[in-house]
C-alpha cells in the first residue's frame, strides 16, 4: 500500500528556513519520484519541485533560488528546506508521488505551515 | 508557465443530476511523445487532493465510470453523472506536459 506522511514544524518565523520530512512506505524512492506540492487556504495547488527516481532534482523557477529537495534512501525519506520563508509562504504542504500519466497520483494527508511571528 | 483556467468557479447540483466542468490551458498540452498530460483531481473538505482521470480520459485505479474526462489540444472537460453526496468537493485539472506543472484555480461543487 502507497502511503506518504509529511512531518515538519507547524510554525516557522518570518525570514527563517521550512524544513518538512515525507517518509514513505510500500514502494522504493529509486523506482518513483516523489514530488512537493504547496496549497494556500483556498487557492489551487503550486508544484514546488520533485526528486526523481534517479537522484535528480526539478524546482519550480519560482521558488529555485530558495529551495532544496533530498533523500535518504535508506530511511524512505524526502527532504524539503526552502529558506527566507514570508507570510504569503503559509499553507498546506503535501510530498506526492506519481504513476500512470500523472505526477500526482498519491498524496500524502500534508502539513500545515503558518509562517508568523 | 502555462496558466489552467476552469469555469465555472462554482456549480450547484442536484443529488443524481449531471454535471460538467470545463478547463482551458494557454497552450497546447499535447507532448512531443503524442500524450496529453491533463488530470483531474477532486478535494473533498477537509482532504488532500485524489486524482480521478490522468492523461485527459483514463480513470484512476477505483475511480467510478461516473467520472469520464475528454477534450483535446487547449480545451479539456471533465463530466459527472448521477451525482452522489460523496462527490462535493472542489475539483482541479492540472497539466504536466510542460514544466513546470500548473493547476487550475478549482470549481467548487455545491449540493442545489
Known amino acids: 500500500q502507497v502511503q506518504l506522511k509529511e512531518s515538519g514544524p507547524g510554525l516557522v518565523q518570518p525570514s527563517e528556513t521550512l524544513s518538512l520530512t515525507c517518509t514513505v512506505s510500500?514502494?522504493?524512492?529509486?523506482?518513483?519520484?516523489v514530488s512537493w506540492v504547496r496549497q494556500p487556504s483556498g487557492k489551487g495547488p503550486e508544484w514546488m519541485g520533485r526528486m526523481w527516481y534517479d537522484g535528480d532534482t526539478a524546482y519550480n523557477s519560482a521558488l529555485k533560488s530558495r529551495l532544496s529537495i533530498s533523500r535518504d534512501t535508506s530511511k524512505n525519506q524526502v527532504f524539503l528546506k526552502m529558506n527566507s520563508l514570508q507570510t504569503d509562504d503559509t499553507g498546506t504542504y503535501y510530498c506526492?508521488?506519481?504513476?500512470?500519466?500523472?505526477?500526482?497520483?498519491?498524496w500524502g494527508q500534508g502539513t500545515l505551515v503558518t509562517v508568523s511571528s | 508557465d502555462v496558466v489552467m483556467t476552469q469555469t465555472p468557479v462554482s456549480l450547484s447540483v442536484s443529488l443524481g443530476g449531471q454535471v460538467s466542468i470545463s478547463c482551458r490551458s494557454s497552450?497546447?498540452?499535447?507532448?512531443?511523445?503524442?500524450?496529453?498530460?491533463l488530470s483531474w483531481y477532486l478535494q473533498k473538505p477537509g482532504q488532500s487532493p485524489q486524482l480521478l482521470i490522468y492523461?485527459?480520459?483514463n480513470r484512476f485505479s477505483g475511480i467510478s465510470d461516473r467520472f469520464s474526462g475528454s477534450g483535446s489540444g487547449t480545451d479539456f472537460t471533465l463530466k459527472i453523472s448521477r451525482v452522489e453526496p460523496d462527490d462535493l468537493g472542489v475539483y482541479y485539472c492540472?497539466?504536466?506536459?510542460?514544466?513546470?506543472?500548473?493547476f487550475g484555480a478549482g470549481t467548487k461543487l455545491e449540493l442545489k
Open positions: 510500500g514502494f522504493s524512492l529509486t523506482s518513483y519520484s
Open positions: 497552450q497546447s498540452l499535447v507532448h512531443n511523445n503524442g500524450n496529453t498530460y
Open positions: 492523461k485527459v480520459s
Open positions: 492540472g497539466q504536466g506536459t510542460q514544466y513546470p506543472d500548473t
Open positions: 506526492t508521488r506519481g504513476d500512470y500519466g500523472s505526477r500526482f497520483a498519491y
